[in-house]
């Protein structure tokens, strides 16, 4: 086959999976604490590939008046314990287990500062400035905040986790994280970006498509053409 | 192609169960004791189909990866336990709980139930019954001559008998807590059931070990916030909207891939 029908086969590729990240993407518009994704083209000697990468930029807090409710206004991660070991997440709407410790949906332990899980019992909890945790307001463990020296190497695992893929040195905590108990970040996916973006591959898809269409007709054409000429 | 049709497809079913919150919220705007449920979501499982760092040539690497994600899920209905307004009844068998905690109720099942509704009455026999009839744990009796009821912010509730000018308690009203209300089984009819995420009971007099207060003549209206509601419904239509409008671009670039050749 010909470079052409490969560049065009390619480029015709790499559109469906950018709009797999855009759908992906309008998806989870309702998902607190989700990074949207950004897909580009890179362009090879006669291949396109996709890349992907997070983008980090904060969502909308919006005020819950749910005391287990927390968002970061600004940059950090909140630390989470899962059998796999430590992930990330901004996703910041805890809960309780039935041992009363502090835990996101997925029943998996919030750490503290000293790699602990947070005991908040039945009392009166409260989530302060900076990621301190109070019960009946007796400070009872502050929060794990912590940031990357290399955002490029924090990779999704799905479930609002980030898994950290560089040296453990990389990981750096946060001085005084501007924790705000009683809010939850929303996704910063904006639907109207996401659409615009959506059309537009939709519509290189579609002048990609005609050239490859082209491409087939003419190859067709000729080898009738050529195969007449033969008989 | 087809994995950007299933994505959004899950993006439609999230904000279908949205909307269902949100519309049972709505609809619970004035019953007494409600708590405002709240869907959550999470992303699903990303394919990783190049990690950040591959090598694209011997001596280069790509500086991303791809990661592709497949959609979302919705993770749990949480339940907001903010305490809703007070409203005047006057009713001396209206009653709100100031703080945390239930009342326990007795079902026919013999199975204790807990529920924030307070709008109590008397039964045949004289005992403190919910709307449905569910007789309050444990079980107070009012004499069929009381004449005035009094019920104390610690539960304790004191009648006045005919003839008799000094009050007279006939029982506490005692409240329960739990490690985790989130967890509660809500079975409707105002009522909840405990479960291995709740932990179980704590049960205890009112003001004590941190349980709420009892304040007589009142009734705890729905936390429900109408304007709130429909924000967050008018949030979740749209996210619905662009949802079905990327399943037709992935539908009609399926449909171009198929025109190719005819």
Known sequence: MSDSFIEAYSALDARMKIVDVITNNLAN?????????????????????????????????????????????????????????????????????????????????????????????????????????????????????????????????????????GNPSGIKAVADPQVQGGYTERSNVNAIDEMVHLMAAYREFEAVQRTLKTLVTDMNSKLIQELGRLT | MLRALYTAATGMQAQQINIDTIANNIANVNTTGFKQGRAEFQDLLYQNIRPAGTASSSSTQYPVGLQLGLGTRPVATDRIYKQGDFRQTENPLDIVIEGKGFFQVRMPSGELAYTRDGSFH??????????????????????????????????????????????????????????????????????????????????GNPGENGLGRINQGFLEQSNVNVVEEMVNMIVAQRAYEVNSRAVRVADDMLSQINNLVR
């Open chain 1, 29 to 165: 518009a309702n998902t607190i604490g989700f990074k949207r994704d950004f897909a580009h083209i890179l362009q090879g000697e006669t291949e396109f590939d996709v890349g992907t990468q997070m983008d980090l930029s904060s969502g909308d807090l919006i005020g819950t008046g749910n005391n287990l409710d927390a968002a970061i206004n600004g940059e950090g991660f909140f630390a989470i314990e899962t059998p796999s070991g430590e992930r990330y997440t901004r996703a910041g709407s805890f809960g309780v287990n039935a041992a009363g410790e502090l835990v996101t949906k997925d029943s998996l332990r919030v750490l503290s500062t000293s790699n602990q899980p947070i005991a908040i019992g039945d009392g009166k909890v409260e989530i302060r400035d900076g990621g301190v945790v109070t019960v009946d307001d007796n400070e009872v463990a502050t929060l794990k905040v912590v940031t990357f020296d290399d955002p490029s190497k924090l990779q999704k695992e799905g479930f609002q986790r980030l898994v950290w893929n």
């Open chain 2, 122 to 203: 008397v039964n045949g026999e004289g005992a403190m019954v919910t709307a449905d009839g569910n007789p309050l744990e444990p079980q107070i009796t009012i004499p069929a001559d009381a004449q005035d009821i009094v019920i104390g912010t610690d539960g304790t509730v004191s009648v006045t008998q005919a003839g008799q000018s000094a009050a007279q308690q006939v029982g506490t009203v005692q409240i329960a807590n739990f490690q985790n209300p989130s967890g509660l089984n809500g079975i409707g009819r105002n009522l909840f059931l405990p479960t291995a995420a709740s932990g179980d009971a704590n049960a």
